[in-house]
C-alpha cells in the first residue's frame, strides 16, 4: 500500500514531460539536434523530479539519480532538489527532505543544483509556504532566485523575457539590499533565455540586448552558465556569443565558472563543457572552478553588496586579472 501510495504521488504531483517540448513553449528550434538535446535536458529534470516524488527517503533518490548518465545527472539532482521542495512544504511530511538531502554524499556534490531546484519549488508554492523551503546557507541561498527566475521565463516567457517583467517589491530573503533579489532572478532568466533561444547565439544575444543595459550583465552571465551547463552550440557559435556580449564578457565568464564548478564537483565534466570554459574563460573546467572555489567569500560579509555579488565580482575580476577575458 505504501508503495502504490507513493507511486501515485509521483503521478500527481510530477509536471507532464511535453511542458519541456520545444514546440509547447514555443521556443526557437536552432536544429533538430539543438531540440533533441534541449528537450532531453528537460526530461532528465522531470526524471529526477519523479524519482524524488516517489522515493522513500532522499538516499533512496539519490541511488536511482547516481545510475542517470553524467551529462543529465545535474539536470535529474536540480529536478529532485525541486521535488523535495515542494514536498517539504506540504503539510504531514516532516519538512527534512531537503536538508536530508543535502546531508547524502551525491547531494553535497550537487549542491547547487538542488539549491536551484528549490527555487523551482519556490515559484509553484504560494508565498507563505517559502519560509517552509530549506535553504540555510547565507551565500549559496541566492542559487533557489536563479532557479525561480529561470523558472519564471521558461513557463512565463511572454511576460519575464519578451515583457522584461520585474517585481519591484520582490520579497525574499527579507535581508537583501533593496533589488538585489531581481539581480539574480535575472541571472536565472538569462540561463533560461539559452532554452528560449534554442541554443542560437545570435537570437539568446539579440533577446539580451533589448533589455535595459543594466540587466545585460547578469542576463549574460546566466547564459554563459548555461551554455557551459547545457552546452548546444559549437566554438565558432561560443566566439560569436563571446564578442556580442561584448563589455559584460567578464559576467559571461563569471556564469560559465559557476557552471564548470557545478560538473567538476561530482565529476560529470564532458567535452562541451572545456569548449565553453575555453572560449568564454580562457581557462580548462577544472581551472575555472578553483577561480571558483578560490573567490569564495569564507566569512560572512555585512554591507550594502551581499556575499553572493562579492563572489560573482571577484570571480569576472580573477578572469579579467589574468588575461582569460577582455572587458
Known amino acids: 500500500m505504501a508503495s502504490f501510495l507513493r507511486s501515485l504521488r509521483r503521478r500527481i504531483i510530477t509536471p507532464d514531460v511535453s511542458e519541456t517540448k520545444l514546440s509547447t513553449r514555443g521556443f526557437h528550434v536552432k536544429s533538430p539536434e539543438a ?6 535536458v528537460g526530461e532528465m529534470f522531470l526524471t529526477g523530479y519523479a524519482y524524488a516524488a516517489e522515493a522513500r527517503t532522499p538516499a533512496e533518490a539519490e541511488e536511482r539519480l547516481e545510475e542517470i548518465p553524467p551529462r543529465w545527472r545535474g539536470f535529474a539532482y536540480e529536478g529532485a532538489g525541486m521535488a523535495f521542495g515542494i514536498l517539504d512544504a506540504m503539510p504531514f511530511q516532516g519538512g527534512r527532505k531537503v536538508a536530508d538531502f543535502l546531508a547524502q554524499p551525491g547531494g553535497a556534490s550537487q549542491v547547487y543544483l538542488i539549491y536551484v531546484g528549490v527555487g523551482w519549488a519556490m515559484a509553484r508554492l504560494p508565498k507563505f509556504l517559502w519560509g517552509k523551503l530549506h535553504v540555510p546557507d547565507p551565500l549559496l541561498r541566492y542559487l533557489a532566485l536563479d532557479g525561480y527566475g529561470f523558472h519564471q521565463a521558461y513557463f512565463r516567457t511572454e511576460q519575464y523575457v519578451h515583457g522584461q517583467y520585474q517585481d519591484p517589491r520582490f520579497p525574499w530573503p527579507s535581508d537583501a539590499p533593496a533589488g538585489y533579489a531581481n539581480r539574480v532572478i535575472d541571472q536565472g532568466i538569462g540561463r533560461a533565455m539559452w532554452f528560449v533561444g534554442g541554443t542560437d547565439p545570435e537570437v539568446v544575444a539579440t533577446l539580451i540586448e533589448k533589455f535595459p543595459e543594466h540587466r545585460r550583465g547578469d542576463l549574460y552571465a546566466g547564459s554563459g552558465l548555461a551554455a557551459t551547463y547545457a552546452c548546444g552550440a559549437d566554438g565558432d557559435e561560443l566566439r560569436a556569443f563571446r564578442d556580442r556580449a561584448g563589455a559584460h564578457r567578464p559576467q559571461l565568464a563569471q556564469g560559465s565558472a559557476f557552471a564548470a564548478e557545478a560538473r567538476v564537483r561530482p565529476g560529470l565534466v564532458v567535452p562541451a563543457t572545456e569548449a565553453a570554459t575555453a572560449v568564454f574563460c580562457g581557462v580548462t573546467p577544472r581551472q575555472a572552478a578553483r577561480i571558483s572555489e578560490e573567490c569564495r567569500p569564507d566569512q560572512p560579509i555585512t554591507g550594502d553588496v551581499p556575499a553572493y555579488e562579492v563572489w560573482r565580482q571577484r ?10 577575458v577582455s572587458r
Do not use: K, M, N, P
Request: net charge negative; hydrophobic share 45%; glycine share 12%.
Open 35 to 40: 531540440r533533441d538535446l534541449l528537450e532531453t
Open 315 to 324: 570571480i569576472a575580476d580573477q578572469f579579467v586579472s589574468i588575461g582569460g
